[in-house]
Every structure is written in structure tokens, then in C-alpha cells.
């Protein structure tokens, strides 16, 4: 584990010098095309997110090649895959995130009350629907979200 970087204040900057330093980063910056020190920080942070992915990659290829070295089976990855991957987690992400939203708001438990408010035990056809409990509500929707993200999964 690497010890956090000074701050300027701890490293014993003054005021006058962090002013420098900054205006020195910023012209920096825009000598190198950006149009502000914002700009090419956040440039710089992607740049180091494309870089751990990259070296990810390159790391599975380096255990790829040692466990066929020794003549166990590996799947190589291929560098066309990494997209795909990346798009087939943040939809399996979003919908477990859309489902745990779901289950921590509904009151599953609730088995009386129709999805529409009225007591299910007094709920008639007059009301537009058959009774449907919130708790059954909630969990068939809960299936249908889940079921929505594995059927795109089957489709790729």
C-alpha cells in the first residue's frame, strides 16, 4: 500500500508557491491543448482507467499462456471482448441495481393490500382489476427485471 501524496499545506507550501504551481499546471495544461487544468485531470484519470484495463487484459493473457504452458486449458481473451464484457456488466449491474431499489422500497411482506392501495380482502372488480397484493407485485417485478437482463444476455 503507497502512503497518501503530501498536500501542499503538509509539504510546507506557501501560499505564493501553491499559486505558482498552479498557474505553472494550468499553462501547462493549455500549452498541451486542454482548455482548462480540469480538462486534462480528468483527461489523465481516464487515461489511467484505459491503462488498468490494459494491463488487466495483459495480465490474463500472461496466465493464459503460463497455464498452457503446463497443459492446463485456459480461454484466451481476446481484445474485442473487453467491450462486450464491459456493456454485459453495466447491464447486469443496472438491473441488480434497479431490483435492489425495488426490494428496499415495496413492502414485500405485504400481502392485504392491493398494488393500488385498497384493502385486497374488500378489492372488487369495480376497482378496474382483480386484487394483486403489493408483496406479489413486487416480486413479479423484481422476475421481470431479472428475467429482461438474461434474456439480453442469451441474445448476444
Not at 125 to 154: K, R, Y
Request: include cysteine.
Amino acid at each position: 500500500m503507497t502512503a497518501p501524496s503530501q498536500t501542499p499545506e503538509a509539504a510546507g507550501l506557501s501560499v505564493e508557491r501553491r499559486a505558482e504551481l498552479y498557474d505553472h499546471m494550468k499553462l501547462v495544461a493549455e500549452a498541451n491543448g486542454f482548455k482548462s487544468l480540469t480538462e486534462a485531470i480528468a483527461c489523465a484519470t481516464s487515461a489511467q482507467a484505459r491503462n488498468a484495463e490494459a494491463s488487466m487484459l495483459a495480465y490474463k493473457w500472461m496466465e493464459a499462456h503460463d497455464r498452457l504452458k503446463v497443459g492446463l486449458d485456459y480461454d484466451l481473451p481476446s481484445p474485442a471482448d473487453v467491450p462486450a464484457e464491459k456493456a454485459r456488466a453495466d447491464r447486469l449491474a443496472k438491473a441488480l441495481e434497479e431490483t435492489r431499489s425495488r426490494v428496499r422500497e415495496w413492502p414485500i411482506d405485504d400481502h392485504e393490500t392491493c398494488m393500488c392501495g385498497s384493502p385486497v380482502a374488500s378489492h372488487g372488480m369495480g376497482d378496474g382489476h382483480s386484487p394483486v397484493s403489493q408483496g406479489d407485485h413486487a416480486i413479479s417485478m423484481i422476475v421481470e427485471a431479472i428475467t429482461e437482463a438474461l434474456q439480453q444476455e442469451t441474445q448476444k
